[in-house]
């Protein structure tokens, strides 16, 4: 099996709303996959029922061939969550340490996703003392440890200085091409560009599963934010 | 099984390198050595009979002091700011899962939602036994520098003694670091569930049990609260007049009704994070 994720037919509903309306989609093995819309269309919930944290009402989520959230995917599967989830009154380092021992890993595997993440020079400073872009690297560090099969990451850029995103980026598409998969959320589509596959999502549907390319093309527009404009114009206008 | 000692070494990892650890740790020791020796030698020195130290007599402030007491020395301040002190310890571990957002996070990458909590009340049962022994090894050490200075005769507790002291400080502190973690689950907040667990532990329980004088009848329930139980366990080995020590009920019985206590509080907290939403 080649795909990493498999969605099919997917239904979530949250506080009695429907907000996933039935998303099918696959997410390729060793791809940097891209998951944008606005906030509020459903990115997040997406991502939960990926992860396995998110009831759904109907439809079937396979990740790594198994059922999302499977005893199974707990070794092969990270995820970073939107704000970052790590202990502000442990360093760097210990934070690191900490989520490599949940995994039965040791402190060499943990400092090397410091390093991967550019803290190598901060991993003894307390993370309640860092900054923003930090606590998220850091938060990042703590997905990284144990190279995961697939990284599933919510917004790993917000706050993040255009150089820091560069670099992150960068070490996204390594990452892959040593065969892991990452499906990384944003709603800045200036990042959508950097992916290799795209999920536009607009009020819990997806319009689109496609390349970059592929959705210039389809839209007639080299700008990407310009074509996706045009595929939500075109969407409401097929409504 | 691995997975339990992964989560197990994962919260020992966290709770040794977190610095609010050691210092509620050495709070609880500061505040037994000052009530349990510092404070009835001076009294001691200076002829006894103060309020504070409930106008005991000088002969009765040493012999407190003596090795041969350790078992009460070692608990006469469990049950009440100890316990308070433990109860701190098990709030702020879970709560401060739910307020830097790391349960989600753990509760993926961990075999499963119980191992991952098992995990942290292994932890904290480690460093709860850690603190018990700690304490009986200052006191023993201190109630031996009191023998030898006033020259007294160094005579040990019998084993089972000791043995039923360092159980009875475990089941105590346990019991209150349960109530703690149970707290934390529920408030899903560290400072909520630290308050909550102040006002219970320092004030509601006596306000029960006053009323219960009041009105009558109700003592059947007060005399089993959490704290009054906790106190009675102490009150076994000795010490009464000591604040929160109590002869309500006998040492097996309290120590029946704590363990039941702490059973309960697990396995409500373990469920309660099992079944909801974490996110």
Same mark, same amino acid.
């Given at each position: 099996m080649d795909d990493a994720v498999h969605v099919q037919d997917l239904l979530v509903d949250r506080g009695g709303h429907p907000v996933l309306r039935g998303i099918s989609f696959t997410v390729p093995r060793g791809s940097v996959t891209g998951l944008l819309g606005p906030s509020g269309c459903g990115k997040?919930?997406?991502?939960?029922?990926?992860?396995?944290?998110?009831?759904?009402?109907?439809?079937?989520?396979?990740?790594?061939?198994?059922?999302?959230?499977?005893?199974?995917?707990?070794?092969?599967?990270?995820?970073?969550?939107?704000?970052?989830?790590?202990?502000?009154?442990?360093?760097?380092?210990?934070?690191?340490?900490?989520?490599?021992?949940?995994?039965?890993?040791?402190?060499?595997?943990a400092a090397h996703a410091v390093e991967q993440v550019g803290l190598a020079d901060a991993a003894d400073q307390l993370v309640g003392t860092?900054?923003?872009?930090?606590?998220?690297?850091?938060?990042?560090?703590?997905?990284l440890v144990g190279r995961p099969e697939l990284l599933v990451l919510d917004e790993p850029t917000v706050g993040l200085d255009p150089v820091l995103r560069e670099e992150l980026w960068t070490t996204f598409h390594r990452m892959a091409a040593d065969g892991v998969t990452l499906l990384v959320s944003s709603h800045v589509m200036d990042e959508a560009g950097r992916c290799d596959q795209l999920l536009l999502m607009r009020e819990g549907a997806l319009l689109a599963d496609a390349t970059p390319t592929q959705i210039r093309q389809r839209a007639g527009s080299d700008d990407l934010e310009q074509a996706f404009l045009r595929l939500i114009r075109t969407q409401g206008l097929a409504a | 099984m691995?997975?339990?000692?992964?989560?197990?070494?994962?919260?020992?990892?966290?709770?040794?390198?977190?610095?609010?650890?050691?210092?509620?740790?050495?709070?609880?020791?500061?505040?037994?050595?000052t009530f349990v020796y510092v404070i009835p030698y001076l009294s001691y020195r200076t002829g006894g009979g103060g309020e504070i130290t409930d106008g005991q007599s000088p002969e009765s402030l040493l012999a407190d002091m003596m090795p041969t007491t350790l078992a009460q020395s070692l608990t006469q301040g469990m049950p009440l700011f100890g316990g308070a002190i433990m109860l701190i310890l098990g709030a702020i571990t879970v709560g401060s899962g739910f307020g830097w957002g790391t349960w989600k996070t753990v509760f993926v990458q961990s075999a499963s939602r119980s191992t991952a909590f098992l995990g942290t009340l292994v932890a904290l049962a480690v460093v709860v036994v850690g603190t018990v022994v700690t304490t009986l090894a200052v006191d023993a050490g201190l109630s031996v520098l009191v023998a030898v200075t006033e020259a007294q005769p160094i005579d040990w507790p019998p084993a089972t003694d000791l043995a039923a002291g360092v159980g009875s400080g475990i089941l105590i502190f346990g019991m209150w670091t349960a109530a703690g973690v149970l707290l934390g689950t529920v408030a899903r907040s560290p400072a909520l569930a630290v308050g909550l667990g102040l006002v219970w532990a320092m004030a509601l329980e006596n306000l029960l049990a006053a009323a219960a004088n009041l009105l009558g009848g109700l003592e059947?329930?007060?005399?089993?609260?959490? %704290?009054? &139980?906790? #106190?009675? +366990?102490?009150?076994?080995? !000795? *010490? %009464?007049? &000591?604040? #929160?020590? +109590?002869?309500?009920?006998? !040492? *097996?019985?309290?120590?029946?009704?704590?363990?039941?206590?702490?059973?309960?509080?697990?396995?409500?907290?373990?469920?309660?994070?099992?079944r909801r939403d974490v996110v």
């Open positions: 997040t919930t997406l991502i939960r029922a990926v992860v396995g944290v998110q009831v759904v009402r109907a439809g079937s989520v396979r990740v790594l061939g198994e059922p999302a959230g499977s005893r199974a995917l707990r070794r092969s599967v990270r995820y970073m969550t939107q704000a970052p989830s790590i202990y502000g009154d442990l360093s760097v380092a210990e934070n690191a340490r900490y989520f490599a021992r949940l995994i039965g890993l040791g402190p060499a595997e860092l900054s923003g872009g930090q606590r998220t690297r850091t938060s990042l560090a703590c997905a | 691995t997975a339990l000692f992964a989560s197990t070494r994962a919260e020992l990892l966290r709770l040794t390198k977190w610095r609010v650890t050691w210092l509620l740790i050495a709070v609880w020791l500061t505040l037994n050595v059947p329930i007060t005399d089993v609260l959490p %704290g009054r &139980t906790a #106190g009675s +366990l102490a009150g076994s080995f !000795g *010490g %009464g007049g &000591t604040p #929160g020590v +109590l002869t309500i009920l006998g !040492g *097996g019985t309290a120590g029946l009704v704590l363990a039941a206590y702490l059973l309960a509080f697990v396995v409500i907290s373990l469920t309660l994070i099992r």
